[in-house]
């Protein structure tokens, strides 16, 4: 297993919150975090609606320890506060997802979406300045065109590095209800929007139209059992996408079958365990997020106490199933009153598909390793992180005596919670967001 | 189980729940409302199993002791003509019906319930037919805790085991489960029953004649347990009543900030009226939120009214009694949605 190092000194704050780390302002707090496709930009969004895109640094001879450090690329304003006059909904701002397209030019473009509208944003550089030109002097301000006598071709100077943010592409009024995923196709030309009940498929070039490929919306809304609440694209058949539901299922569709694909090809479901029944059984069984492995082979699910990795060719069980904090399975009670149990976990792949991560309690995360069936509960938190430390496994007490280190259940922190980690597609970099700060660590190399 | 919570706390944390989400920000979320409906219907679904276990035992103990009262009148040579007509079964039915009933409790587990849903649920014409199930013996199958009834002292006599149990301020004295013969007056449990029983008369020798009774027995235990009855049901009214009237008093409340047109002091009497309203609110508050909100906010509104469906498609045995059939009754607190 691998060692994480906080080998980057890096904490995110943005630059308007002017509160301690304590407390901070509800639209600082980060609610996702993705790496490019190659790695080199990661982009997080927050609850004011904001994206901040991150940029690795080129590694230089100079200073070779110095590996590739994330700094601060671009800065915007995605989403705006809206309202629906129509229905008196307030929008939100947040950002609930972001994906990247692979890149084509020296541009970078990506998808940002909160509960109702999907944008695209083209991320440029600009580093060159034209100027003399013709009709306007160097301030802006207009010539007379009388005082014009000759002609100069203007040319390119220089200037500071510029990174501007532009909205190319609006896909609006598509979902009546939340969106809570987008997932970019492998064709590079469509991507699919996924709310409570539907699925759009879009054009990433037509913004008036979408195709709707799933519908589970009953006939009569007193009927309705299940809500989709994830829904991911194969990274490699175009053809093919999964959705998962609040019931715990995976339906994996394939659209040549037919237009509308309310009839899936393979239902991924566990049956429960009766002797788990309580309650909140069907909260806990929800799933918060789904993946596919790099590879296309596997799918990963994630719900309120559990990771599972499927196969794809095995529909009624997963391959294999990782607790992450079974121990809160006797605070269901108090956790539905504070409504921690309906927080919405993520949960990624490493590159090579051999470790899975995702988030827990207290600035917890943890990671399994598939093959050597290990696991490690990290924790991010300012106080153990110095530069170029190596981050300690923390262990939860579950009951009787607690050994030194330890942390006992009842003194988790339920307010600091990690929902929202990535990682790099190809180096063991991970970006792990706690509320509002960001948390990049490193593997220690020699 | 996790907590103990009980149904109530977790139906009226729910409910809160719904109700905030009309607030938020961003709108009503499905997703979470979805879950939050299915623990309202599963702390629903307890609470109704414990419900209709207490009515239908009360209501079991209310037959017998309509039964107790009409054998009361009949001359006890009568009683035993007629019971050597039907031979044993007559105080079979009526003795492991009684055996069979648990006294009203004010507070029943959930545990209880079950249990006592399954032993009273196969009738009284299902223990006749184990002509060796002895009183006794069903008593000892309630696993519960009774609450004390005031009773006073009394002597009967086991049709089955021939055991003389002495039932005092409740407290029932007996060698219990032992079997289908007396083996004397050995305390093996100590359990607070209250019951109407037949006995013979004390002073009748070894051949007692199974329909008699103790008449000097007989007349204090079941009009005291009959008063008994009526005063546990009203506190089982006035307890779950209060409950609920907190409930929807303080929906009420937070309505009339919001809406400020609703008379929750005219809803709260509405139901407390009975206890087959509040059923059929949580039964209309899970519709309407499986519907969510978004009805009324996301897409025009079709019904104003709550609609039921047959409860019957949801708790199929829940008594006749409980759920009355009028469903057009305007319950306020689902004028949120």
Known sequence: MKCFSRYLPYLFRPPSTILSSSCHTEADIISTVEFNATGELLATGDKGGRVVVFQREQESKNQPHRRGEYNVYSTFQSHEPEFDYLKSLEIEEKINKIRWLPQQNAAYFLLSTNDKTVKLWKISERDKRPEGYNLKDEDGRIRDPATITTLRVPVLRPMDLMVEATARRIFSNGHTYHINSISVNSDYETYMSTDDLRINLWNLEITNRSFNIVDIKPANMEDLTEVITAAEFHPSHCNTFVYSSSKGSIRLCDMRASALCDNHSKFFEEPEDPNNRSFFSEIISSISDVKFSHNGRYLMTRDYLTVKVWDLNMENKPLETYQVHDYLRSKLCSLYENDCIFDKFECVWNGSDSVIMTGSYNNFFRMFDRNTKRDVTLEASRENSKPRAILKPRKVCVGGKRRKDEISVDSLDFSKKILHTAWHPSENIIAVAATNNLYIFQDKVN | ?337
Not at chain 2, 104 to 128: N, R, T, Y
């Open chain 2, 1 to 337: 189980m996790e907590c103990a919570v009980d149904a109530q706390t977790l139906i009226s944390i729910s409910l809160r729940k719904i109700h905030s989400s009309r607030t938020q920000r961003g709108g009503i979320r499905l997703h979470k409302n979805l879950l939050v409906s299915y623990v309202l219907r599963n702390a629903r679904q307890l609470y109704m199993s414990e419900k209709y276990a207490e009515i239908y035992r009360m209501q079991q103990y209310e037959e017998v002791m309509t039964v107790c009262n009409e054998i009361q009148e009949l001359d006890p040579l009568d009683v035993s003509e007629e019971c050597a007509e039907q031979g044993e079964e007559c105080a079979e039915h009526a003795a492991t019906l009684c055996g069979a009933l648990l006294p009203v409790q004010l507070h029943a587990a959930p545990a209880c319930a079950v249990a006592a849903a399954a032993v009273s649920s196969p009738h009284g014409e299902d223990a006749c037919k184990e002509p060796e199930m002895s009183f006794c013996r069903n008593c000892c199958s309630e696993p519960c805790d009774f609450s004390s009834s005031s009773c006073s002292r009394t002597t009967v006599l086991d049709l089955d085991t021939h055991v003389v149990t002495t039932v005092e301020n409740g407290c029932l004295h007996q060698d219990c489960c032992q079997g289908a013969h007396g083996h004397g007056h050995v305390q093996t449990k100590k359990r607070k029953v209250d019951f109407c029983y037949y006995a013979p008369e004390p002073e009748e020798g070894p051949d007692l004649t199974p329909c008699k009774r103790a008449r000097s027995s007989d007349e204090l235990p079941c009009p005291g347990s009959e008063q008994l009855d009526t005063s546990n049901i009203s506190s089982l009214i006035s307890m779950f009543g209060s409950g609920f009237t907190e409930l929807v008093s303080r929906q009420a409340d937070l309505e009339q900030s919001v809406n400020g047109h609703m008379n929750g002091q005219l809803c709260s009497k509405q139901v407390l009226a009975s206890l087959g309203a509040w059923t059929r609110a949580i039964v209309a508050m899970h519709q309407r939120i499986s519907a969510s909100a978004h009805l009324g906010v996301f897409e025009k509104q079709e019904q104003q009214h709550c609609v039921l469906p047959a409860a019957d498609r949801l708790q199929g045995h829940i008594h006749s009694s409980v759920t009355p059939v009028v469903d057009s009754v305007p319950l306020c607190n689902l004028s949120m949605w």
